[in-house]
């Protein structure tokens, strides 16, 4: 499957997962009215005051990495300290967040500057890795997945380099 139709799929399901959630909203709020036709309204998400983007990392490979955190540093000088940015990795790309990842020195650069880094828990544990293994100044999550899915929900744009 190429890169853009796994992309593609990505963003299928998510929306799937929306519009249930959606239903099931309005399904729960029309049945509290007292049996009362009830329109359910769901309403766009207010203008976002702060610039806010997230980025998905599930590959190994250094040029991937190195293309990701180019894109969180220009985003960074482009919008300033008061845009928030955060790098979600999981799967494979877990690997660049050990101590000994060839990429490092880009990712402390990166949370120098205000990007915010985290490890999925589940890949972690899947990978029998520890916080020990990884570079001490990231954070961390429990999934990476549903992380990706609060952020995009909270009004973050969604990049994935």
Do not use: H
Not at 87 to 101: E, R, T
Not at 102 to 123: F, H, M, Q, W, Y
Not at 133 to 153: F, S, W
């Amino acid at each position: 499957m190429t890169q853009m139709n796994r992309l593609n799929f990505f963003f299928a399901t998510l929306m799937a997962v929306f519009l249930s959630m959606s239903f099931f909203a309005g399904q729960a709020v029309a049945s509290s009215k007292s049996k009362a036709k009830a329109e359910a309204k769901v309403e766009a998400p207010a203008p976002a005051s702060v610039d806010k983007v997230v980025f998905q990392v599930s590959e190994a490979d250094p040029k991937n990495w190195n293309l990701a955190l180019n894109n969180a540093k220009n985003v960074r000088q482009e919008l300033g300290a008061k845009a928030e940015l955060e790098i979600v990795v999981y799967g494979p790309g877990i690997s660049m967040l050990k101590i000994d990842s060839p990429v490092a020195s880009r990712i402390d650069e990166a949370l120098a500057s205000g990007v915010k880094v985290v490890a999925c828990e589940n890949t972690m544990k899947g990978q029998k890795l520890t916080k020990d293994d990884m570079l001490p100044t990231i954070g961390y999550v429990p999934a990476g997945v549903v992380e990706l899915m609060k952020k995009q929900r909270e009004g973050y744009a969604y990049i994935r380099p």
